[in-house]
């Protein structure tokens, strides 16, 4: 009986161990900050302008043409799809998921 308690333990632990492994990372990545600024492509060369700075920034191209991206209160520039980022204003409180410098979920509401 206590073998089998022992093996049970164990492999919980184990599970729960692969679970933080495959997922705590993830879970990390939701933050809560204010937009600082929001930057819109201008021309084809792959440049994006801050509304509010006019700061010239790099931004990759996806399946419509050139991301957005914005900056936040945590330094962070991190870039979107443009028919996302209308919907938010500067100086507004969100909560975003990213993924290396893609936002990958933006929201209001936690």
């Known amino acids: 009986m206590i073998k089998k308690t022992v093996l049970l333990s164990s492999l919980l632990i184990l599970l729960a161990i692969l679970v933080y492994v495959s997922f705590g990372d993830k879970i990390s990545r939701v933050e809560h900050v204010t937009i600082m600024d929001k ?9 994006a302008v801050g509304f509010k700075t006019d700061k010239v920034i ?3 191209k996806n399946g419509k ?13 991190l870039e979107l ?29 936690k």
């Open 39 to 47: 930057y819109y492509p201008q021309s084809s060369d792959g440049k």
């Open 81 to 109: 799809d443009c028919s996302i980022n209308v919907n938010y204003k500067i100086g507004e409180k969100v909560y975003v998921t990213s993924d290396g410098n893609q936002i990958t979920e933006i929201r209001r509401k």
């Open 58 to 60: 790099e931004v990759s």
């Open 65 to 77: 043409g050139y991301n957005c991206a914005m900056e936040f209160d945590n330094g962070k520039i």
